[in-house]
């Protein structure tokens, strides 16, 4: 069995894993991952983090859209 190194839950049951196998701690959630033996390691938040940026990105570009939409308005409106 492994211990969360978040939590320290000692109770990890790790014999139905292959090393990289990604699993959650009952106890308190966190993502591990299975690094063999009876070791898990936090699993990296790199994705998500990725995730993140490309949403922010796609969220800035619908904000120029709309911000050029209303420079088009403005330009129908001066004619």
Known sequence: M????????DEIETEDF??????SC?????PLVYSGGD???VADDDD???EDEEEEEES????????DEDDDE???VDE
Not at 4 to 9: G, K, L, M, V
Not at 26 to 30: A, D, I
Not at 60 to 67: F, K, Q, R, S, Y
């Open 18 to 23: 292959e090393e990289g196998d990604e699993l």
């Open 60 to 67: 800035d570009e619908d904000e120029e859209d709309l911000d």
């Open 74 to 76: 403005d330009e129908t």
């Open 26 to 30: 009952p106890e308190c959630g966190k």
């Open 48 to 50: 998500d983090d990725l």
């Open 39 to 41: 070791n898990v390691e």
């Open 2 to 9: 492994a211990t969360c190194p978040e939590c320290d839950f």
